[in-house]
């Protein structure tokens, strides 16, 4: 970890920070979105890009419209206004299945989202088996790769979602999004249901695969610390808007919006932690 | 304001079909906040739930003594599994103050409402007339501490009371505690596995794991030199973030 700038370091990632949008063709694109529920507007024309191997935080509270956001990425809430676009191609209104497959969500609950009645290895390989002309041996070796690049042991495989801790099973999930090849992830308060002993672990690993697999990734959270921990950029959301998009190391010391220092601010710290 | 409530737990023991707490000693003196850390399944929670008698079924207390000195009142992680989904938030206080106060309805109500705005509840006489599910997260837990307020306390008993909250309403409930204690010399005893968190409200710490009580003493002792493996790995959990440059004018 580096004391001087209080961030863990992460393998890689070091190239220069851009904020214009306009420079992420080859990534993820998200121009001038706005998603409305029952006629009120909850996301208003946010635009940002994350380019491939980079990861973006978007920080917010309850109620300032991050998951809306994210499920609009992921396509699964159709934009008020605005476009999504991938590699400089727009992500239509009904997505085929390979742009389904293209914009991945890691989601809070890591329980919720696996089926209890099938083992990790299932899980994958049906998965495998709708997203790729693999055969069973293939496959089965892919499902041994994703486990292991989640560091997780291989008889894992084997095993019931239940037999997992939080952080495990947050890690199957990451396995489960990676499985079907995407070039983006979007990852909900991905530890936020986690002690913090396990945080670290997920966010490593989630930052650490984003980076060697090139995916642009998306980091949801209302924790700042996390966001922090792997971020390359931070965007913060207020109300739908998002009142300042800064890189993570000017951000964290210089915050530029009031309501960014008051986020800031109200962080529990160690005291007397240099 | 001199406090008053004291607890103390001597060789604490709950056992269930084996022994899950392994003899848990603590204390905390009139006035004094002291905090609990540990990770999932540490037995911290559960050593607050047989201090207030509120043991899962099939658990009971197998050996050890705790002593209560003043009234207890709890505060838990999730207001809404402790809230009437079916009454409005302003009754549910002021029902508590009637039992404790034995006063008319018309007192209770007033008295409900000083202690909703004595938390900062916003705008309480309209959000008195809500139920729990009107209201937001921070609300809620607003209106969880006025219903421990009700009872008088003079030991608070929080479980996690911020975990599920934004930073800055935590931040604000955070602060409530503090100024809780300053104003009625609340003692207080605070569960979490968030040492920042318990750093925030406690001058001591007690660290548990696997149901044993590892290590404790002054948080910024604690904090700054730690001495044992469980200390260091509690520190090392809580993210680092840089120190924020300036005030807000400088």
Same mark, same amino acid.
């Given at each position: 970890?580096?004391?001087?700038?209080?961030?863990?370091?992460?393998?890689?990632?070091?190239?220069?920070?851009?904020?214009?949008?306009?420079?992420?063709?080859?990534?993820?694109?998200?121009?001038?979105?706005?998603?409305? #529920?029952?006629?009120?507007?909850?996301?208003?024309?946010?635009?940002?890009?994350?380019?491939?191997?980079?990861?973006?935080?978007?920080?917010?509270?309850?109620?300032?419209?991050?998951?809306?956001?994210?499920?609009?990425?992921?396509?699964?809430?159709?934009?008020?206004?605005?476009?999504?676009?991938?590699?400089?191609?727009?992500?239509?209104?009904?997505?085929?299945?390979?742009?389904?497959?293209?914009?991945?969500?890691?989601?809070?609950?890591?329980?919720?989202?696996?089926?209890?009645?099938?083992?990790?290895?299932?899980?994958?390989?049906?998965?495998?088996?709708?997203?790729?002309?693999?055969?069973?041996?293939?496959?089965?070796?892919?499902?041994?790769?994703?486990?292991?690049?989640?560091?997780?042991?291989?008889?894992?495989?084997?095993?019931?979602?239940?037999? #997992?801790?939080?952080?495990?099973?947050?890690?199957?999930?990451?396995?489960?999004?990676?499985?079907?090849?995407?070039?983006?992830?979007?990852?909900?308060?991905?530890?936020?249901?986690?002690?913090?002993?396990?945080?670290?672990?997920?966010?490593?690993?989630?930052?650490?695969?984003?980076?060697?697999?090139?995916?642009?990734?998306?980091?949801?959270?209302?924790?700042?610390?996390?966001?922090?921990?792997?971020?390359?950029?931070?965007?913060?959301?207020?109300?739908?808007?998002?009142?300042?998009?800064?890189?993570?190391?000017? #951000? #964290?010391?210089?915050?530029?919006?009031?309501?960014?220092?008051?986020?800031?601010?109200?962080?529990?710290?160690?005291?007397?932690?240099? | 304001?001199?406090?008053?409530?004291?607890?103390?737990?001597?060789?604490?023991?709950?056992?269930?079909?084996?022994?899950?707490?392994?003899?848990?000693?603590?204390?905390?003196?009139?006035?004094?906040?002291?905090?609990?850390?540990?990770?999932?399944?540490?037995?911290?929670?559960?050593?607050?739930? /047989?201090?207030?008698?509120?043991?899962?079924?099939?658990?009971?207390?197998?050996?050890?003594?705790?002593?209560?000195?003043?009234?207890?009142?709890?505060?838990?992680?999730?207001?809404?599994?402790?809230?009437?989904?079916?009454?409005?938030?302003?009754?549910?206080?002021?029902?508590?103050?009637?039992?404790?106060?034995?006063?008319?309805?018309?007192?209770? !109500?007033?008295?409900?409402?000083?202690?909703?705005?004595?938390?900062?509840?916003?705008?309480?006489?309209?959000? /008195?007339?809500?139920?729990?599910?009107?209201?937001?997260?921070?609300?809620?837990?607003?209106?969880?501490?006025?219903?421990?307020?009700?009872?008088?306390?003079?030991?608070?008993?929080?479980?996690?009371?911020?975990?599920?909250?934004?930073?800055?309403?935590?931040?604000?409930?955070?602060?409530?505690?503090? !100024?809780?204690?300053?104003?009625?010399?609340?003692?207080?005893?605070?569960?979490?596995?968030?040492?920042?968190?318990? /750093?925030?409200?406690?001058?001591?710490?007690?660290?548990?794991?696997?149901?044993?009580?590892?290590?404790?003493?002054?948080?910024?002792?604690?904090?700054?030199?730690?001495?044992?493996?469980?200390?260091?790995?509690?520190?090392?959990?809580?993210?680092?973030?840089?120190?924020? /440059?300036?005030?807000?004018?400088?």
């Amino acid at each position: 970890m580096s004391e001087s700038t209080g961030r863990p370091s992460v393998a890689e990632g070091t190239g220069g920070v851009g904020v214009v949008p306009e420079a992420a063709g080859a990534g993820l694109e998200v121009v001038d979105a706005s998603v409305e #529920f029952a006629g009120r507007r909850v996301v208003d024309r946010v635009s940002f890009g994350v380019r491939p191997g980079r990861i973006l935080g978007l920080v917010g509270e309850s109620g300032s419209g991050k998951t809306s956001l994210a499920r609009a990425i992921v396509g699964s809430v159709p934009l008020a206004t605005g476009r999504v676009r991938l590699g400089g191609m727009e992500l239509g209104r009904r997505r085929s299945s390979a742009e389904r497959r293209a914009v991945q969500l890691v989601q809070q609950d890591p329980f919720a989202s696996l089926n209890p009645l099938l083992t990790v290895g299932q899980v994958l390989d049906e998965l495998l088996r709708t997203s790729s002309s693999r055969g069973r041996a293939a496959r089965r070796e892919r499902a041994a790769e994703l486990v292991a690049l989640v560091d997780l042991p291989a008889d894992a495989l084997a095993r019931y979602p239940r037999e #997992f801790s939080g952080g495990q099973r947050q890690r199957i999930a990451i396995a489960r999004a990676l499985a079907v090849e995407p070039r983006v992830l979007v990852a909900d308060e991905p530890t936020s249901s986690l002690d913090v002993s396990v945080q670290r672990t997920v966010l490593d690993v989630l930052a650490g695969l984003g980076r060697r697999m090139r995916l642009a990734t998306l980091l949801i959270s209302h924790d700042l610390s996390v966001i922090n921990a792997v971020c390359d950029e931070v965007a913060v959301l207020r109300a739908g808007v998002v009142v300042e998009h800064a890189p993570s190391e000017r #951000f #964290f010391r210089h915050p530029e919006h009031p309501y960014s220092r008051a986020l800031l601010e109200a962080v529990p710290r160690l005291p007397g932690r240099r | 304001m001199t406090g008053t409530g004291r607890l103390a737990v001597d060789d604490l023991r709950v056992a269930g079909e084996t022994e899950l707490l392994h003899g848990i000693s603590l204390a905390v003196a009139p006035g004094e906040a002291v905090g609990v850390v540990g990770e999932s399944g540490s037995g911290k929670s559960l050593t607050l739930r /047989a201090v207030m008698g509120l043991l899962p079924r099939g658990l009971r207390v197998s050996g050890g003594r705790i002593r209560v000195d003043g009234t207890a009142a709890m505060v838990f992680q999730d207001p809404l599994s402790f809230l009437d989904p079916l009454a409005r938030v302003g009754s549910q206080v002021a029902e508590v103050c009637r039992t404790v106060h034995r006063g008319s309805p018309r007192a209770s !109500r007033t008295r409900a409402l000083e202690l909703l705005e004595s938390v900062r509840l916003p705008d309480a006489a309209v959000l /008195a007339r809500r139920y729990p599910h009107q209201l937001s997260g921070g609300q809620r837990q607003r209106v969880l501490i006025a219903l421990a307020l009700a009872r008088e306390p003079d030991l608070l008993l929080c479980d996690e009371p911020t975990t599920a909250l934004d930073v800055t309403v935590q931040r604000e409930v955070l602060d409530l505690i503090a !100024r809780l204690r300053a104003e009625r010399g609340l003692s207080v005893l605070f569960v979490s596995h968030d040492l920042a968190v318990v /750093a925030q409200v406690c001058e001591r710490v007690v660290v548990m794991r696997e149901g044993r009580v590892v290590d404790g003493g002054a948080t910024v002792d604690l904090v700054t030199r730690p001495t044992s493996d469980d200390v260091r790995a509690l520190v090392d959990a809580v993210l680092p973030l840089p120190v924020l /440059a300036g005030g807000s004018d400088e």
